[in-house]
């Protein structure tokens, strides 16, 4: 992909060439300036880029939401097309805003903001970026809603600190790029993003402080990290009118699992005695998805049980009320249990739990 600076300068030359001769550069004409410029370029801050090993950047890592059923369910072609599109129109977007695209990680992207004289800016430049690209993926949805094609959505994480920049690799094939505990962070905080979310870190925070509106800060569980991150989603850009499409009705994410569990109705305040069993097939902050054998009803009171492993953890005083029950295949039911009382105790094992598979887990 091109530099900003390239893009820029070649859009300038675009420009005056038209003016002058009274049509466009012919394809390959512009392809040949692009590539003189980005070897001038390369010469003139390859000696700059080697010398500056440490600096502070403000990294974005965006990536497709459920990308791979749509790789499943959809031919190889239509697939690498809608995932050039999205990817290109997303591009566009960081130049716009004089991003720097480090690399493309399959259907994720990592850019890089930065300013030198003003360090605050490239925090602002990465913001209104991220709002941008999530309002461009609304409108890309809305085409591909009238075209029959899946929807797409990106969660976005965003940090900033100081990273390592450097070539790597050797003379048959190398590259610059950053590297370090600031761009792994990065990494675990869009991991905890959901569809059309913007998660920032606290140093973000404190830098864009005044210039964009957030929820309340959330506390995670980051491996490698002895104290719990504070996160906060980016809601809105008071001053540009910007706002956050938000594409999950979601409150918190949520993990794959298959947990056996009990579960017993509670009936005027009352646990009755006897217990019935299932399986969790999903996990949340606030509810489970569950495999039942018989019905419920909708709106019943149930007070749930079962075990974490990864946690070590058996809730205790877990209760919840039925939103939905839906018939399956051999007689058995889909129950959604949203919960209405935890201990604290139960609340912590229960988010430490999903936050460690949601780290742990490479799917989408």
Known sequence: MKDPVVHETLRQIEKIVSDDVGRCMASETKERVQKVLEGALGQLIAPQRENQLAREVTILLADLRGFTPICSSYPAGTVLTLLNRCLVHMSEIV??????????????????????????????????????????????????????????????????????????????????????DEVNLTSRIESFSLRGQVLVSESTWERAKGFITAGEPMDVFVKGRSKVVVLREVLAIPSMAKVVPRQESRRGPRVDVKIPFTYKLVQSKVVIPEARTGRILDIGYHGVLAEIGEPVPTLAEVLVEFELPLVAYKSRSVYGRVVKVAPRAAGLFHAGIEFTSTSDEDRAAIQLFVQLLIQGSESD
Request: aromatic share 10%; glycine share 10%.
């Open 95 to 180: 130049y716009r805003h004089h991003g720097s695209i480090d690399k493309f990680m399959g259907d994720s992207m990592l850019v890089l903001f930065e300013s030198p004289s003003d360090p605050a800016e490239g925090v602002r430049r990465a913001l209104v970026c991220a709002v941008d690209m999530q309002n461009a993926m609304h409108e890309l949805n809305q085409l591909h809603h009238n075209s029959e094609y899946p929807e797409m959505f990106f969660g976005i994480g965003i940090n900033t600190g100081r990273v390592l920049s450097a070539r790597l690799g050797s003379d048959l094939y190398s590259e610059y790029t950053v590297i370090g």
